[in-house]
């Protein structure tokens, strides 16, 4: 079955800690994955999808097949990067399934 | 300029209603769809349609009837609304599948 898992719900870091936030999916196929973040009271964005392979605000995620995860790295976290982020696969039949979201605090 | 947009932004209604959302997008896309998210932020797709024709209904009830008049609109009526459907609905459209999809503000449905 076709699943992403988040497996932390909440994390906490220190501004200027790096943060992990993990990701790893179920797909039998060639999986298209992205992170969207929902900042407090803005709509749900794009934050990278794998195949760009850009570092946006900082962030990275790389496409790891072998463990099939794809987890959002930074190495100084921010405030500013206080958010909901969610890891999402896309199967590519316009259906694209979402982790549960992992809500990121960056504490001053 | 608002990329893609809903109304109303909050709906509180009773047990037994129907009632309606409406989602446009200005973006040209082709593909659009509605998503539930519940209280615990679980964001999981309900419908997905790609020029106007139904391509994802997923295990959906069938009190949940979307409509695509026109590929810039995707509307969501739900009928008989029950007390379960409280949630945050958001409309989202992409250019095609694989694409970045961009969401709209999210409707707040409260059932009492």
């Known amino acids: 079955a076709q699943r992403v898992t988040q497996p932390e719900k909440l994390l906490s870091v220190f501004k200027g800690a790096p943060v992990e936030l993990k990701c790893n999916y179920s797909y039998s196929g060639s999986p298209e994955l992205f992170w969207y973040v929902q900042y407090s009271r803005q709509r749900l964005q794009l934050l990278l999808r794998h195949i760009s392979r850009e570092s946006i605000k900082g962030f990275t995620a790389d496409l790891n097949k072998g463990e099939t995860s794809f987890h959002l790295k930074k190495p100084f976290a921010q405030e500013e990067d206080s958010a909901m982020y969610y890891c999402?696969?896309?199967?590519?039949?316009?259906?694209?399934?979402f982790g549960a979201g992992t809500r990121l605090f960056v504490k001053a | 300029d608002t990329a893609v947009s809903q109304t109303p932004k909050y709906l509180v209604t009773q047990m037994g209603n129907d009632k309606s959302i409406k989602c446009e997008q200005n973006l040209g896309h082709d593909t659009m769809y509605w998503y539930k998210q519940d209280s615990k932020k679980f964001l999981k797709i309900m419908f997905s349609y790609n020029n106007k024709e139904l391509i994802i209904n997923e295990t959906v009830p069938n009190r949940f009837s979307p409509k695509s008049p026109d590929k810039a609109h995707l509307n969501l009526h739900i009928n008989s609304l029950e007390l379960g459907d409280s949630a945050v609905y958001f409309c989202?459209?992409?250019?095609?599948?694989?694409?970045?999809?961009?969401f709209g503000p999210g409707t707040r449905l409260t059932v009492t």
């Open positions: 999402a696969l896309d199967t590519g039949g316009f259906k694209t399934i």
């Open positions: 989202a459209s992409s250019q095609d599948a694989f694409y970045e999809q961009y």
